[in-house]
Structures are given as C-alpha cells and as structure tokens.
C-alpha cells in the first residue's frame, strides 16, 4: 500500500518541480520505495535529475497502448527512486484522454498496484484533465507557493479545484509550502505572516531563496548531492536554532505517510 501526494499550484514558478525532486530523492535517501511522476510537458523533472526527456507518461496512461507501469518506469540513477517522464506527447495525450469516460479516474486506476512506498506526483500550472486525475489519485495536497500576491491567490484556486472535487477524491491537503522566502525583503516576510493569517497551521516552514537549487538542476543533480550545505535544505538560522528549509518539510512529510 502507498501513500500518493500531489504537489500543484495553479500558477508557474513556484518551485513545483525543485520541490518534488527534493522531497522525492530525500525520501530515497532514506530507505523508502519512491516513484516521482512528471505530468508537465515540459519535462522538468527530467532535466533535474539528469535524464533524457521521453513520453512515459504517454506510454503509460494512452488507452490504446496499456503499457504497464513496470514496464514504463525508469531509474532515476538514485537508490531506491524511479521516474516516469514527461515531453511534449503528453499535449497530444491530454487531447486523446477528453474523450474518454471516467478520465478523471485514470491515473489512479494504473497506480492502484504499484509496488513503492510514496508515489509524487509534480503537477503542471494549467488546471487540465491530468491536474483533475492527479487530485484524484492523490492521498494528499501539497501546495508551493511564492510570497507573493498573485502565487498566493494560486492557493487560493488549487483549494477550489480541490474543493470541486471532492465527491470523488479523498485527498486532503497536508500543507501549504512557502517558497523563495527572503528574509530581507518586505514583501516576501508580509505576504508569509498573511499566509500564516489565513491558512493557519498548514503553512509549512519557508523554504529560502537559493541559487543553488538553480544551479543543481543545470547539473542533474539534487540538492542533497550537490549542494548538501544549501539554504534551500537547511532553512535560515533564528537565534540559536534552524528554521525553514527542504529537512524540515522532509520531517512533515514523513509524518503523514
């Protein structure tokens, strides 16, 4: 049995895709199962762990392919992570899924015996057929957001979108992530404390701003292996203590498998 979680926000940029790969190759680190998706188009979570892009996710979920899962997933090159990838054929799957009755219940219905701990699920910004089935198949929601006004208002539509389907998705939303966190800017540090404000106690610790995760995606590499002493992973110091940052939102994740 495996525990699925979606990590979407309806608006770009983000940090969707970083957040994923991290929290996915984290939890490959230690010890768990992991099997990370890629339902954007633009192929992402390729890029940042190295690997060519390819039409997985189309193999995978075409009706008139019914490729098994074991049969279309990849290596990620990490221990204990494997992969299904997204390009550009995942449009052309998305046009031949409308079509199809009960398409919201088919990325569930092929995940339903996969032999892995955590399935993650990165989500594109575009409220489509796949965001639909991703919501449905996911356990729960984690949502990224920048701090600002219109990333935060992108919250505001991924709890809607969840919200409007929920006579058929027993997805809950296991957190609010606030990313890019700059403690020296106005901006970023009003727009936390009115997230806090509103959202209460699913906002998560911040995750920083950090070249570095940047820098680790040009490379293929994940942020634990190239650059371990990252502000994106350790947060920011606060008095004698460390706040914020991928370790602890890796703890919170851990917690809800």
């Not at 990849?74 to 199809?100: E, M, P, Y």
């Not at 208002?153 to 809607?160: H, K, T, Y």
Request: glycine share 6%; proline share 4%; hydrophobic share 40%.
């Amino acid at each position: 049995m495996h525990t699925t979680m979606a990590i979407l926000n309806q608006k770009g940029g983000v940090g969707k895709t970083t957040t994923a790969v991290t929290l996915a190759s984290g939890l490959a680190r230690n010890g768990y199962r992991v099997l990370l998706i890629d339902l954007d188009t633009q192929g992402n979570v390729a890029d940042s762990l190295g690997l060519p892009h390819s039409d997985d996710l189309r193999r995978l979920l075409s009706p008139d392919l019914h490729v098994p899962i074991d049969q279309v997933v990849t290596s990620s090159g990490l221990d204990h992570l494997d992969v299904i990838r997204s390009d550009k054929s995942t449009t052309s799957l998305k046009q031949t899924l409308a079509g199809v009755t009960l398409r919201e219940y088919i990325l569930a219905d092929v995940l339903i015996n996969a032999a892995y701990d955590v399935i993650l699920l990165d989500c594109a910004p575009s409220a489509d057929l796949l965001h639909f089935a991703a919501l449905v198949a996911a356990d729960y929601l984690l949502i990224p957001t920048r701090l600002d006004k219109l990333a935060v208002n992108g919250v505001r539509d991924a709890l809607q979108t969840l919200a409007s389907l929920r006579r058929i998705t027993r997805c809950q939303v296991a957190g609010i992530l606030p990313t890019f966190y700059e403690r020296v800017t106005l901006e970023s540090h009003e727009q936390l404390i009115h997230l806090a404000q509103t959202f209460g106690k699913l906002v998560l610790p911040p995750i920083p701003q950090d070249t570095q995760c940047r820098v680790a995606t040009r490379y293929g590499k994940t942020l634990w292996d190239y650059a371990p002493n990252a502000k994106a992973l350790n947060g920011y110091e606060q008095g004698n203590r460390w706040v914020g940052g991928y370790r602890q939102v890796l703890d919170r994740v851990k917690d809800w498998l």
